[in-house]
């Protein structure tokens, strides 16, 4: 079966498990106002993102990169920081789940990390792949591809 069919019945499967966002909360998110960035600035505006949610786990200060407007490409998430930032904030905020970045890169316009969820609710060990889009200094587009180890697993390899 090809990878993507793989992912796509994962999804199928732990779709909604994997990605039912919580309410929003009441205080509105302060997102990114647009404005020009160099290669080299958008780079740091994503290692600043990454650090502050993905080590630091802290959803609201690492919202402040996303326009409010953003394009979502998860299939259980509409556009917008608010609906994105619904499903996120409470796997980081919660520290019983093991939230662990292994990798991550960047060549403009696109920024990728490679992290670990343990806990949550979700299947562990849980794969994700986070990609994001920038225009300028702003991320504008994020995409993800989500992975669980499944009990009927014929490749001997772990997940990480």
């Known amino acids: 079966m090809p ?23 009441n205080t509105p998110l302060i997102t990114c106002t647009p404005r020009p960035a160099s290669p080299r600035e958008q780079q740091a505006e ?11 786990r802290t959803p609201r200060p690492a919202y ?20 994105s930032f619904a499903l996120v904030n409470p796997i980081y905020i919660n520290h019983t789940n093991g939230v662990e970045m292994l990798h991550q890169g960047f060549q403009a316009p696109i920024g990728w990390v490679h992290w670990r969820l343990d ?20 991320i ?8 669980t180890l499944p009990a009927d697993a014929i490749n001997p390899h772990a997940l990480f």
């Open 3 to 25: 990878t993507s069919s793989i992912l796509l019945s994962a999804l199928a499967l732990f779709g909604p498990a994997f990605c039912k966002p919580t309410a929003a909360p």
């Open 46 to 56: 994503f290692e600043k993102y990454a650090d502050l949610l993905y080590v630091k």
């Open 64 to 83: 402040a990169y996303f326009t409010a407007n953003d394009t979502q490409h998860n299939p259980y998430v509409l556009d917008g920081a608010a609906a």
């Open 119 to 138: 806990g949550g609710g979700y299947p562990a060990p849980t794969a994700v792949v986070d990609v994001y889009r920038f225009e300028g200094a702003c």
């Open 140 to 147: 504008v587009e994020h995409w993800d591809i989500v992975q």
